[in-house]
């Protein structure tokens, strides 16, 4: 009864004044804050105690400020780094850092409660966070961070401890940053802007609007607007961002993408495309010659470049000895023949060793030079990227898009990404692909060495079945790839993988599913992509050793989608 109600609220809020007035209320909290010292590393590492030397502050990169920690594991030491810090009793803290690299955690112990740690294998800058609770008796906590064994360095910024002050003393709370000046399209392709904008002193981030509505966030001060119309004006703006909220947006800019359109190698692979990898070394597997690769394959990358002394840049070195004499003459004789037959040939960049690392402008353009370099001495197609250790979305990016720029419309870009990195299009490895949408070729994930994964539908999915294949081809398929930027990587045979080798009939029976919505197991598309790219193996040579088993019967089937 409508009266009832009235009566009742009005009765409560007299209650209130009265208790407001008298004292009896609640007193009002005290503001949380930050109880770490030296957070941000701008005093070096004061406050912080690294094991076994490891620790280093340096200038670049940095997620805020000017410093960041560079932690190096070596040997058994995996470079932790901690700083106790003073806490209440009874109280519950957020800790939170920002970190880049291969294997990165954060956690606390000490709590007096439930210790607590987090992790991402994410090679971007990526705000870790999490909580805990103190013990009654509980005055201090331990927070660490650490990297993990044979993995390269990590980086790690801007930590923080919110709750009551536990009485320690420690980094003032960040105010909201200014708006970001000098906003400016770099450059355009025919679905693609690529934005660029001053440093803001103490974001964190940067979220980027188009028309209005927030389409990016990102940590650096660039970003590239991926899946637009070509021929066409857009508006963005962005806006500085910080634990403390989010500025004003800056004054708008337009980018108008160009008219020509499509993805990479200016169609020159094949509509369905079957992709393998040659291998430069003798691991026990048939040794080949380039030229005696089966016919099936459209794309052969040769693994793998080589890292150089210089950031980025790479080399490559025909293992002539391993390979029977096989001489560099023959070699790019054989590349110009595969070339004369309708193949490309690319150089591969990374693998299961591979410690090729881009996470700054200067490297980027290593990156590039060398790449193109190799492409003019040996007569390579295009690139491979198959960095099994993390990549810098930003620099990478920057990366493709110089050597794009050197090497044409023509340029084959590949990809190779393990099946983590393709979860979320918040990981480094799917956002490069975003990033360069207009000019990358395929990415063929890894459906192998995994374990279980979550599909599209949310599900978990264990590698060996079509459902594997399908659901999380899915993702990609859903999170803004092209269907003609889709390919499935598979093990030619058992011995090309530890885990996750299916017979050619399961990898066909996905194809179908993907292409046609026919030979699914339980999960099914919500539609057909019948542009599929098709399909990858480890390896031409392990495909050798087992009679070329793999691709005689992949390699006609994706033809014929």
Known sequence: MPGRRWAGALAAAVIASVLSLTGLAGQAQAADVNNVKNGGFESGLSNWTCSAGSGATVSSPVHGGSAALKGTPAGQDYAQCSQSVAVKPNSTYTLSAWVQGSYTYL??????????????????????????TTGASTTSVTVWTHGWYGQP????????????????????????????????????????????????????GYNVYQGGSKVQSVTGTSATVSGLSASTSYSFQVSAT????????????????SASGGGGDGGTVPAHAVTGYWQNFNNGATVQKLSAVQSQYDIIAVAFADATSTPGAVSFTLDSAGLGGYTVDQFKA??????????KVIISIGGQ???????????????????????????????DIDLENGLNATYMSQALRSLSGKAGSSLVITMA???????????????????????????????????????????????????????LACIQLQGGLDASQVGLGLPASTSGAGSGYV????????????????????????KAYPGLRGAMTWSTNWDASAGNAWSNAVGPHVHAL
């Open 242 to 257: 910080n634990s403390a909220g989010e500025s004003a947006k800056s004054s708008a800019v337009t980018g108008t993408t």
């Open 417 to 471: 990404p393990q099946t983590i990195d393709m979860q979320s299009t918040s990981n480094a490895y799917f956002q490069t692909a975003l990033n360069i949408k207009d000019i990358l070729t395929v990415v063929n994930m890894q459906y192998y060495n995994s374990g279980s994964m979550l599909g599209c539908d949310g599900k978990v999915y264990s590698q060996g079945s079509v459902d594997f294949l399908t659901a």
């Open 153 to 204: 360095a990590y980086f790690a910024d801007d930590f923080s401890v919110f709750g009551p002050d536990g009485g320690g003393g420690g980094d003032p709370a960040p105010t909201v940053p200014a708006t970001p000046a000098g906003l400016a399209v770099s450059s355009t392709t025919s679905s693609s802007v690529s934005l660029s904008w001053n440093t803001v002193s103490g974001a964190t």
């Open 107 to 132: 956690g606390a112990t000490g709590t007096g409660t439930t210790d607590i740690s987090t992790w991402t294998p994410n090679t971007a800058w990526t705000q870790l966070s999490t909580t805990f």
């Open 353 to 383: 060793n591979g410690t090729i690392s881009v996470n700054d402008s200067a490297s980027a353009t290593n990156f590039a030079n060398s790449v193109y370099s190799l492409m003019q001495t040996y007569g390579f197609d295009g690139v």
């Open 503 to 526: 017979s050619p009939t399961i990898v066909n029976n996905a194809l179908d599913c993907l292409t046609k919505l026919t030979n699914c197991g339980s999960f099914k598309p919500a």
């Open 334 to 343: 054989d590349i110009k023949a595969k070339q004369a037959a309708g193949k």
